[in-house]
Nanobody
């Protein structure tokens, strides 16, 4: 079992920054990649960013590329999502997820992630 706890969400104005954190516990040695997803009201959950645990390979959705940065601290079993130049359309509940499937790559498909956090709300006002 892996437990994931997100933090760092909040209400900010457009153009501001936020940093989300996702702390993992339990069988963390079984995690091969971590991902951030988001879900806005009335919309499907979408991939935002992902990072492989071993070599740190990253992948971003086009909508956040150049504004968001995902990073990891394996010693702390924590993954971060630095979000800059936030836009109202970034408003959503943000979830982190753990992929326990062995491999080097990051998957963007939510169905391939094994564990999920409870989510943290990010609201960007215009």
């Amino acid at each position: 079992q892996v437990q994931l706890v997100e933090s760092g969400g909040g209400l900010v104005q457009a153009g501001s920054s936020l940093r989300l954190s996702c702390a993992a516990s339990g069988r963390t040695s079984s995690i091969y990649a971590m991902g951030w997803f988001r879900q806005a009201p009335g919309k499907e959950r979408e991939f935002v960013a992902g990072i492989s645990r071993s070599i740190g390979r990253t992948y971003y959705a086009d909508s956040v590329k150049g504004r968001f940065t995902i990073s990891r601290d394996n010693a702390k079993n924590t993954v971060y999502l630095q979000m800059n130049s936030l836009k109202p359309e970034d408003t959503a509940v943000y979830y982190c997820a753990a992929d326990l499937t062995p491999g080097w790559d990051v998957t963007i498909r939510a169905a391939e992630y094994n564990y999920w956090g409870q989510g943290t709300q990010v609201t960007v006002s215009s």
